[in-house]
């Protein structure tokens, strides 16, 4: 069984229907890139996975359980899941240890000696753990987006969402960011995540699925859909991007 299901989601803002037909799969070790115009709804898509957005038609199924079902808890749903933005978002007053262990500590209820030690695993694996102590503000935007996949990473979730992790950054910090994304593939951490960098999905990716008014218009190994594209606005699309 697929770890995580889309089946028919919609998602409408007022009359403006975002998401049409949504049909998408992920198996466990996956890494799905989104892409897609500006608009087209990524975002979205990844915000109703993470139930920070209802839909209005359509089933997910997450870890076997339909997560669209009005009565799941969904804080419990989102516990399981990582979720990172563009913004890294990190608590300022808080040290880059205490960002990560925050949600050990208060949501999952690990005592504070064991998210300590979890949490320098966790900054080792990113390559951060010499900057346990400082303060977010002292680091480059690339560690501090390190420090935030750390952070999602350290509760074990099931699925990680990324939506576009590295767009706010300097272009020379997006490699160390991107590089980070495609050992936590190798290490089997289930990603999906929407991006630009088509680099990035040529090389990590598994599975590219092109958005497009609303529904999944072609999806397929990278080689099929950046190299070889069946569909008209697929070419469209990535023709505009070169
Ligand atoms: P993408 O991430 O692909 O750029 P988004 O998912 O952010 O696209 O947005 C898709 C569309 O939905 C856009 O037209 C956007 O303006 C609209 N939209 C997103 N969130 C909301 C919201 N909370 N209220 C109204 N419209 C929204
Ligand atoms: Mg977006």
């Not at 630009?196 to 999944?216: K, N, S, Y």
């Amino acid at each position: 069984m697929a770890l995580l299901e889309m089946t028919g989601v919609r998602k409408a803002f007022g009359s403006h229907v975002v998401l049409r037909a949504v049909d998408l799969e992920i198996e466990p070790g996956q890494c799905v890139v989104l892409i897609g115009a500006s608009g087209s709804g990524k975002s979205t898509l990844l915000r109703c996975v993470n139930l920070l957005e209802t839909v209005d038609d359509g089933v997910i199924t997450f870890e076997g359980r339909d997560i669209t079902d009005p009565r799941m808890d969904a804080d419990a749903v989102r516990s399981r899941m990582g979720l990172v933005f563009q913004s890294y978002n990190l608590f300022p007053h808080l040290s880059v240890l205490g960002n990560v262990t925050l949600a050990l500590r208060k949501v999952h209820g690990v005592a504070a000696g064991e998210a300590e030690e979890r949490g320098l695993a966790m900054l080792a694996r990113v390559g951060l753990e010499s900057k346990a102590a400082a303060r977010p503000d002292d680091l480059s935007g690339g560690q501090q987006q390190r420090v935030a996949i750390a952070r999602a990473l350290v509760t074990g979730p099931g699925l990680m969402l990324l939506d576009e992790v590295t767009s706010a950054l300097d272009p020379e910090l997006v490699g160390e960011v991107l590089d980070l994304l495609g050992e936590l593939k190798d290490d089997g951490v289930t990603m999906l995540l929407n991006t630009h960098e088509m680099g990035f999905a040529r090389d990590v990716a598994d599975t590219v699925c092109f958005l497009h008014d609303g529904v999944i218009h072609e999806s397929g190994t990278p080689a099929q859909v950046l190299d070889d594209p069946s569909q008209e606005r697929t070419r469209a699309f990535l023709s505009r991007l070169r």
